[in-house]
Nanobody, 124 residues
Framework: QVQLVESGGGLVQAGGSLRLSCAAS????????VGWFRQAPGKEHEFVAA????????YYADSLRGRFTISRDNGKNTVYLQMNSLKPEDTAVYYC?????????????????WGQGTQVTVSS
């Protein structure tokens, strides 16, 4: 059993940056891939980024590549999402999730444990 807690969300102006954190408050995900997803009002869950257990593999939504960077510190049992050049369309609740597997996936079905989410609001 793994419990995940996201933090770092907030209100930022367009062009600004935020760094989200995902920590395991119970259990560990050192050996698991971790992903970030987001859900904007009235829209479906959307894949953002994922990272393998070793950080060797990273995956990004094509539309976000270059602005967002995922990383992890297994010693701290934490995964990060650095978001730069934020746009109003990035406004959403951001969720982190831990997968059963090691390598990472863009599919929500591969993730078993989800955090409660953190709100990111980008003003124009």
């Amino acid at each position: 059993q793994v419990q995940l807690v996201e933090s770092g969300g907030g209100l930022v102006q367009a062009g600004g940056s935020l760094r989200l954190s995902c920590a395991a408050s119970l259990g560990t995900f050192r050996n698991n891939a971790v992903g970030w997803f987001r859900q904007a009002p009235g829209k479906e869950h959307e894949f953002v980024a994922a990272i393998s257990w070793s950080s060797y593999n990273t995956y990004y939504a094509d539309s976000l590549r270059g602005r967002f960077t995922i990383s992890r510190d297994n010693g701290k049992n934490t995964v990060y999402l650095q978001m730069n050049s934020l746009k109003p369309e990035d406004t959403a609740v951001y969720y982190c999730a831990a997968a059963k597997g090691h390598l990472g996936s863009r599919s929500q079905a591969e993730y078993d444990y989800w955090g409660q989410g953190t709100q990111v609001t980008v003003s124009s």
